[in-house]
């Protein structure tokens, strides 16, 4: 298996495709792209993260950096604790939704958002051009242990001013959780304690022994369904890994399903705008998101904005057109007012806020908002055939639909649509298609399926 170098970092095959010679590569580099300054690392519970954190740590501090780490913990901590320390940059040891093998390198600016596509050129350049220089003896970095930001994380969600800790713990919810076992495993218990849940946990004790395929999709959720119906709960929470994607399980033990989570997120914060504020305001979500977010956007006088896939891409263009929510339709929530980035726990708080105040049910909480059928589906094409099939599909559909081609291949339909696109973490193409009905969006799939096969 290759080594995947992309704009979501840095990933591969521990011992096959990343290696410590890989890892001394990168960290190296990314600390000369830093100016060898204060550098936070964190890491996801994966049973290599330890030692692919002492590779990191000592090479940061073999070029001078100083180290703070913040043990195991969500990506989108390392990220909250490298804009509130200020320091240069931060790494996220993760592989994200990747099975147990993989691991990788997340990288982030000073600003607590990842490199972009711009940044990470530069970074790939110093890492290729050898251009690293290591400290004399006398001026190695320090290493310092952090152990309050987790705290200082929930304490961030549940100060902001949309969410209300008194009116949840009302609600007495009984919550089941599944944090496969990885960095979510301490702090969403501890979350949903505080905000007075009753939780049934699931895969929680940060081993980083996987019991399931990690990816927070309906298919590998099975065992988390029925333990919702099992144990009568209001809801099911599943976390990925690296605790930046959250999905949902409604009470009677059926996917809420990712998309859902932004729209949910979208129309609560849009909700509670002043009308003056939310008339004019900017949501942003990638491509593949529903489009139950712009038919909520439209009730309140909002437009939506659509990137390329990919956090930072959806991040930049937040910051630059100061957009009040975004996110991704993987389950990812990003709200600027706490940090501006992916994050689960923030999407809990606001879930929890909008179950509490809607009174009913997570069900029934579905059913106010659009409805829309996404199915997703992947195919492993090589990277010639597939840039030749989409330029074909592109010319065959130019006329049947509005094309875009900022990310793969968008096609969008009076009533439907499709993304086709390399995926950013894995070597394949992803197929995604939404419609008004799950057989109209499968017969997309099945069709660009078969139009990207080869022969």
């Not at 521990?14 to 964190?42: D, Q």
């Not at 439209?298 to 990137?307: K, N, S």
């Not at 010639?384 to 559909?397: I, P, V």
Request: positive net charge; glycine residues 10%; hydrophobic residues 40%.
């Amino acid at each position: 298996m290759s080594l995947m170098v992309s704009i979501s970092g840095v990933r591969g095959v521990v011992g096959s495709s990343l290696t410590p010679e890989v890892i001394v590569k990168y960290a190296s580099a990314y600390a000369e792209y830093c100016g060898h300054g204060t550098i936070i690392l964190g890491r996801d519970g994966r049973v290599t993260g330890k030692s692919i954190g002492h590779f990191v740590s000592s090479t940061l501090l073999q070029m001078g950096c100083n180290v703070k780490t913040v043990g195991v913990c969500p990506t989108p901590t390392v990220a909250l604790a490298v804009e509130k320390l200020k320091a240069s940059g931060g790494i996220s040891i993760t592989a994200s939704h990747n099975p147990m093998e993989w691991n990788g390198l997340k990288f982030f600016s000073s600003s607590g958002l990842f490199l972009d596509a711009d940044e990470n050129r530069e970074l790939w350049r110093i890492a290729d051009s050898g251009e690293q220089k290591y400290a004399s003896w006398d001026r190695q970095g320090k290493h310092t242990s952090i152990e309050s930001f987790l705290d200082r994380h929930i304490d961030a969600v549940l100060s902001y001013s949309a969410i209300k800790p008194h009116v949840i713990r009302k609600r007495k919810l009984r919550v089941v959780l599944d944090c496969i076992n990885a960095a979510g495993g301490v702090v969403v218990p501890r979350l949903l304690k505080k905000l007075g849940c009753k939780v049934v946990e699931m895969n929680c004790d940060v081993s980083g022994v996987f019991t399931r395929t990690p990816e927070p999709v309906p298919e590998n959720l099975a065992d988390l369904c029925r333990r919702v119906k099992r144990e009568k709960a209001d809801l099911g929470i599943a976390v990925d890994p690296d605790v930046d994607r959250l999905v949902l399980i409604n009470e009677k033990g059926e996917p809420f399903g990712e998309e859902y989570t932004i729209a949910t997120v979208v129309k609560f914060v849009l909700e509670k705008l002043p009308a003056s504020k939310s008339r004019g305001s900017s949501v942003v979500v990638n491509l593949s998101t529903t489009r139950a977010v712009d038919d909520i956007a439209r009730q309140y006088g909002a437009h939506v904005l659509r990137t390329p896939v990919g956090e930072i891409n959806v991040a930049k263009k937040m910051k630059e057109v100061g957009a009040v929510v975004g996110g991704e339709g993987s389950g990812g929530v990003i709200l600027p007012g706490i940090h501006p980035g992916r994050d689960a726990l923030v999407g809990i708080g606001l879930v929890l806020q909008y179950l509490a105040e809607f009174g009913g049910t997570l069900s029934e909480l579905k059913q106010s908002l659009p409805q829309y059928c996404i199915v997703k589906g992947k195919i492993a094409v090589a990277d010639s055939d597939t840039d030749s099939a989409l330029r074909r599909l592109q010319q065959k559909y130019a006329g049947n639909g509005k094309v875009t081609t900022t990310d793969g291949l968008k096609i969008d339909f009076p009533d439907s649509w499709a993304h086709l696109r390399k995926s950013n973490t894995e070597p394949i193409v992803r197929i995604i298609a939404e419609a008004p009905t799950t057989n109209q969006a499968e017969e997309i799939v099945q069709r660009f399926t078969r139009e990207l096969t080869p022969g």
